[in-house]
């Protein structure tokens, strides 16, 4: 079974503070790594993506970070606001269009 | 450009019934992808369509199918439904066949009774 664990379930962080959310993943044919930000009563959206050939990407606040070797990766956001309370999922994908999501990760920044 | 949209986007069904759910893909992108969200489950794959052919299947019974037309909209297909089917299920279109970017619509919550 392919599986891509993300961690923490919940997470507070206050404004102005970082996120930090991981993810590992076991099959080492992944070769997309992409992150969505989803709102209650909305579909998930794309926030940013890596490839395993570069260790790092950012955008804007977001920043993914890769490590190839211990296949983990996790994404950093940057002086969080409330605006950014959401759930997070991280996900791999290999062979298409077929992703594989981790579990989420609900953030919450208290102003 | 318009998103990704989703017909219908609340649904009431009664077990046993059979239900279809319409997703039409961002403009010129020819990938489309169905997914299952449920809070136990979380976001599952269903399957993927490119060009009318269904390319990869996620671990789902038969009940559940799905199709793409010439113009890249496409449907899924669940018979004979159960009460664990209750989920929003989730389109995403791609522009290409193989690791582009999947931009997701708003989802068709489905709700079995």
């Known amino acids: 079974q392919q599986q891509v664990k993300q961690s923490p379930q919940s997470l507070i962080v206050q404004k102005g503070g970082i996120s930090i959310i991981n993810c590992a993943y076991e099959?080492?044919?992944?070769?997309?790594f992409p992150w969505y930000q989803q709102f209650p009563g909305k579909g998930p959206a794309l926030l940013i993506a890596i490839r395993p050939d570069v260790s790092e990407k950012k955008e804007g606040r977001f920043t993914i970070s890769f490590n190839k070797s211990a296949k983990q990766f996790s994404l950093h956001i940057m002086d969080s606001q409330p605006g950014d309370s959401a759930t997070y999922f991280c996900?791999?994908?290999?062979?298409?269009?077929?992703?594989?999501f981790g579990g989420g990760t609900r953030l919450m920044v208290k102003p | 450009k318009a998103g990704v949209t989703q017909t219908p986007r609340y649904l009431i069904k009664t077990r046993g019934q059979q239900v279809t759910l319409s997703c039409s893909p961002i403009s010129g992108h020819r990938s489309v992808s169905w997914y299952q969200q449920t809070p136990g489950q979380g976001l599952q794959f269903l399957f993927e369509?490119?060009?009318?052919?269904?390319?990869n299947k996620g671990n789902f019974p038969g009940r559940f199918s799905g199709r793409q037309f010439s113009n890249s909209r496409s449907e899924m297909n669940v018979s004979t439904l159960e009460l664990g089917d209750s989920a929003l299920y989730l389109c995403a279109s791609s522009l290409g066949a193989a690791g582009y970017e999947q931009y997701f619509g708003p989802g068709t919550r489905l709700t079995v009774t």
């Open positions: 099959n080492t044919a992944f070769d997309y």
């Open positions: 369509y490119f060009s009318e052919t269904q390319r």
């Open positions: 996900a791999a994908g290999y062979a298409g269009n077929m992703l594989t």
